[in-house]
């Protein structure tokens, strides 16, 4: 028997079409899903099915070039200009975005936007049941596309379906703001296998079904079965990793340590402190400024001494909030640029664009510390391919206790973004800690990127699927041998 086709549903596909000035510009798709999902095309025989960034005309053949080393066959989905702004610049990042990362007074409920999610969820399930063959997995991913299954199984389409959330998942107080709230969690249950980040996003998930539908959850070790007449799926926490391999035999090569040794000596004796984020809101980047600003007021000794290099990549530049947030960005490393730069020493380097692959691994590489403090975030890979590319193991971590890599990364200085102090502390800390503290804990970080790493997460996330059998609906399977091991979830 031929192994199965995985078709992957995500929003973006990972190349990005641009109609600029009447020519059209076909570029590789940034954002940490799209990096994950690259990595991991080629274990599978792979289609991938996701929206090129356009409201123009695409030709799939537009798309070969540019997609050149991702082993699969690509399907554009093509969306209206009204579609893109209310499902893509509405829904997702008006309202699904900023209420699962607790941030919800920053919502706009507005009631249009559901009504075209729900429109635009179909368009992805016309395509998706053009493209699949029953004996197809369908691995769905992220917000935007929750409704993306229970559409298919109107369709009595019966094929395995997985959906993975790469943003974190909240708790019910705050998820029960959404005025669809109902709507959207009965959908996910239609997938046979749903996957979060964290144990505190599967238990989320779990608190909110149990309260706002009439399903039944019963939990086993990690893991939860969701249950009612004729349906079932399982609800399994599975952190998403990088391509550890790939990354550190990247940061070894001697084009990367040209780069690092050509960025070192731009800073002579200067340590470096990095932080590399899309421009977002939920990345702490103007806190993680008044941490080291803090730093620079509390330690003057450090004066001449230390930098910090801050990477950001433009994201979602048409939305005023992202706009806004990168004049907030430039106006706060002027101020503190102003305030304490000497002759020969800028204390905040700004880098807006995106840099080529070489140039940030070599950023990683030559960096002292990482600063990776997101307010929330679902995983975090930089700090992920921070540890990766520090083939040396002397630099340190610094990473907030929300992003979801905090879970997994108990050797980096944890801290709290809000805390602008304790972020000055913990980096001060970091700055002196002895070499072989250093080392000690970027070896044990290191071990265990390596081993949790993207290739695992797929194959042990999808092999999760196995108990299933294609028609779910008849024969529901994959029950807990023992049901008196089942606990009742929390
Ligand atoms: C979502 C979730 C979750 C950054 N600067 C450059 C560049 N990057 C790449 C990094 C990394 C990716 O962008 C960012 O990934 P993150 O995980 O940090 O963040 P999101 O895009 O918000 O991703 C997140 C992720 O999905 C996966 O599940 O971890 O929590 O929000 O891979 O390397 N790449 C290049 N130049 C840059 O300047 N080439």
């Given at each position: 028997m031929t192994e199965p086709r995985i078709i992957i549903v995500s929003n973006r596909l990972p190349v990005t079409v641009s109609h600029a000035g009447g020519s059209i510009d076909v570029k590789p798709s940034s954002g940490g899903l799209v990096t994950a999902m690259r990595a991991v095309v080629s274990d599978y025989h792979a289609s991938w099915i996701g929206w090129t960034g356009t409201d123009g005309e695409v030709k799939r053949e537009w798309l070969a070039p540019a997609a050149a080393g991702i082993n699969c066959d690509?399907?554009?989905?093509?969306?209206?200009?009204?579609?893109?702004?209310?499902?893509?610049?509405?829904?997702?990042?008006?309202?699904?975005?900023?209420?699962?990362?607790d941030l919800q007074s920053s919502c706009n409920f507005d009631p249009s936007y559901w009504n075209t999610y729900v429109d635009v969820n179909e368009t992805y399930a016309d395509v998706v049941s053009e493209v699949a063959q029953p004996e197809d997995i369908i691995w769905v991913h992220d917000y935007h596309l929750a409704l993306v299954a229970s559409s298919l199984r109107r369709r009595g389409i019966r094929s395995r379906i997985a959906f993975f959330q790469h943003i974190p998942f909240p708790s019910l107080d705050i998820f029960s703001k959404l005025p669809w709230r109902k709507q959207v969690l009965e959908a996910l249950l239609e997938h046979d296998l749903i996957g979060f980040q964290t144990p505190r996003d599967s238990r989320n998930f779990v608190q909110c079904c149990r309260a706002l539908t009439t399903v039944k959850a019963a939990r086993d070790g990690e893991a939860f079965y969701m249950h009612r007449p004729g349906q079932r799926s399982n609800v399994v926490t599975e952190p998403i990793g990088i391509d550890f391999e790939e990354f550190a035999n990247h940061a070894a090569s001697t084009g990367v340590l040209q780069e690092t040794h050509l960025l070192r000596a731009a800073l002579p004796g200067m340590r470096i402190v990095l932080g590399v984020d899309r421009l977002d809101y939920t990345?702490?980047?103007?806190?993680?400024?008044?941490?080291?600003?803090n730093l620079l007021e509390n330690h003057p000794e450090l004066h001449r001494t230390v930098v910090l290099v801050q990477i950001v990549v433009p994201s979602r530049e048409d939305v005023p909030r992202y706009r806004a947030l990168r004049v907030e960005i430039e106006q706060l490393v002027s101020r503190i640029n102003g305030r304490f730069t000497h002759t020969g020493w800028v204390p905040i380097h700004f880098v807006y664009r995106s840099l080529e692959r070489a140039q940030l691994v070599a950023h990683y590489r030559a960096a002292d510390v990482a600063?990776?403090?997101p307010l929330k975030d679902g995983m975090n890979l930089?700090?992920?391919e921070f540890c990766a590319a520090q083939v040396d193991c002397t630099g340190v971590l610094v990473l907030s206790e929300f992003a979801g890599a905090a879970s997994q990364m108990k050797e980096a200085l944890l801290v709290n973004p809000n805390d602008i102090q304790g972020v000055a502390e913990s980096l001060h800390l970091a700055l002196m800690l002895d070499p072989r503290e250093r080392r000690r804990r970027m070896q044990r970080l290191r071990r265990t990127v390596r081993r949790e790493n993207v290739h695992r997460w797929s194959e042990s996330f999808l092999a999760q699927l196995q108990p299933y059998l294609t028609n779910r609906k008849l024969q529901p399977i994959g029950q807990p041998e023992d049901p008196d091991r089942l606990v009742i979830a929390v």
């Amino acid at each position: 028997m031929t192994e199965p086709r995985i078709i992957i549903v995500s929003n973006r596909l990972p190349v990005t079409v641009s109609h600029a000035g009447g020519s059209i510009d076909v570029k590789p798709s940034s954002g940490g899903l799209v990096t994950a999902m690259r990595a991991v095309v080629s274990d599978y025989h792979a289609s991938w099915i996701g929206w090129t960034g356009t409201d123009g005309e695409v030709k799939r053949e537009w798309l070969a070039p540019a997609a050149a080393g991702i082993n699969c066959d690509l399907f554009p989905v093509v969306l209206t200009p009204e579609q893109v702004a209310k499902f893509y610049f509405g829904f997702s990042n008006e309202i699904i975005w900023p209420l699962f990362h607790d941030l919800q007074s920053s919502c706009n409920f507005d009631p249009s936007y559901w009504n075209t999610y729900v429109d635009v969820n179909e368009t992805y399930a016309d395509v998706v049941s053009e493209v699949a063959q029953p004996e197809d997995i369908i691995w769905v991913h992220d917000y935007h596309l929750a409704l993306v299954a229970s559409s298919l199984r109107r369709r009595g389409i019966r094929s395995r379906i997985a959906f993975f959330q790469h943003i974190p998942f909240p708790s019910l107080d705050i998820f029960s703001k959404l005025p669809w709230r109902k709507q959207v969690l009965e959908a996910l249950l239609e997938h046979d296998l749903i996957g979060f980040q964290t144990p505190r996003d599967s238990r989320n998930f779990v608190q909110c079904c149990r309260a706002l539908t009439t399903v039944k959850a019963a939990r086993d070790g990690e893991a939860f079965y969701m249950h009612r007449p004729g349906q079932r799926s399982n609800v399994v926490t599975e952190p998403i990793g990088i391509d550890f391999e790939e990354f550190a035999n990247h940061a070894a090569s001697t084009g990367v340590l040209q780069e690092t040794h050509l960025l070192r000596a731009a800073l002579p004796g200067m340590r470096i402190v990095l932080g590399v984020d899309r421009l977002d809101y939920t990345k702490g980047i103007p806190e993680r400024l008044r941490a080291f600003e803090n730093l620079l007021e509390n330690h003057p000794e450090l004066h001449r001494t230390v930098v910090l290099v801050q990477i950001v990549v433009p994201s979602r530049e048409d939305v005023p909030r992202y706009r806004a947030l990168r004049v907030e960005i430039e106006q706060l490393v002027s101020r503190i640029n102003g305030r304490f730069t000497h002759t020969g020493w800028v204390p905040i380097h700004f880098v807006y664009r995106s840099l080529e692959r070489a140039q940030l691994v070599a950023h990683y590489r030559a960096a002292d510390v990482a600063l990776v403090t997101p307010l929330k975030d679902g995983m975090n890979l930089v700090a992920k391919e921070f540890c990766a590319a520090q083939v040396d193991c002397t630099g340190v971590l610094v990473l907030s206790e929300f992003a979801g890599a905090a879970s997994q990364m108990k050797e980096a200085l944890l801290v709290n973004p809000n805390d602008i102090q304790g972020v000055a502390e913990s980096l001060h800390l970091a700055l002196m800690l002895d070499p072989r503290e250093r080392r000690r804990r970027m070896q044990r970080l290191r071990r265990t990127v390596r081993r949790e790493n993207v290739h695992r997460w797929s194959e042990s996330f999808l092999a999760q699927l196995q108990p299933y059998l294609t028609n779910r609906k008849l024969q529901p399977i994959g029950q807990p041998e023992d049901p008196d091991r089942l606990v009742i979830a929390v």
